[in-house]
């Protein structure tokens, strides 16, 4: 058995992203990169429309392993074949590699996530089962309130209180729950 994954968030604002693949699964991919700011470079002999995108740049060719040069980080979304290769090249130049339905190939696993307001939630199987990180996915975000961005600023004040005071993190949990069921219950009188 492998070691669990470390879960983590990347800010990809204005970091140079290596997208390997022109279908489907790729454009699919290049929303998510684009919405968190990545520059990104796609690379595929043949690209469809929704990946010529403006601040996108495209090159219409076979991956080669300089493609890598310079990224923070790779997403293959092509054959087997090419993702090992993409793989290959993203190991020699220590950069985490999100290989998409080809988990062998991945040094990164996208979760199963949704958002709502800033709350980001993502859902692993470490790359085993996509489709119930999909589900367990749908499920949290049955639960989790619209009104959640309250939360967040809620949260965030009682933070900032919480650190001028020195109260030590392990007694915030219960601050904060005590808080929100007094904002609930302000709202119900």
């Not at 975000?141 to 009682?158: D, G, K, N």
């Amino acid at each position: 058995m492998t070691a669990p994954v470390f879960p983590i968030f990347l800010r990809l604002a204005g970091r140079p992203v290596v997208l390997v693949g022109g279908g489907q699964v790729a454009a699919t991919k290049l929303e998510g990169l684009l919405r968190g700011g990545a520059q990104v470079t796609v690379v595929a002999p043949e690209v469809r429309s929704e990946l010529e995108r403006d601040g996108v740049t495209l090159l219409k060719r076979e991956f080669e392993a300089s493609d890598l040069d310079g990224a923070w980080f790779a997403v293959a979304a092509a054959t087997p074949a090419v993702n090992r290769q993409v793989a290959d090249a993203a190991e020699e130049r220590r950069i985490f590699v999100n290989a998409v339905d080809d988990p062998a190939s991945a040094s990164a696993y996208a979760g199963g996530v949704f958002r709502r307001g800033r709350l980001t939630v993502a859902i692993s199987t470490d790359g085993d089962a996509p489709a119930l990180a999909g589900l367990v996915r749908e499920g949290l975000e049955a639960l989790v309130p619209e009104e959640i961005e309250t939360w967040l600023e809620l949260s965030r004040s009682q933070a900032r209180l919480w650190r001028q005071s020195g109260i030590p993190m392990e007694e915030r949990r219960p601050l904060l729950l005590e808080a929100l069921n007094q904002l609930y219950a302000e709202r119900a009188s």
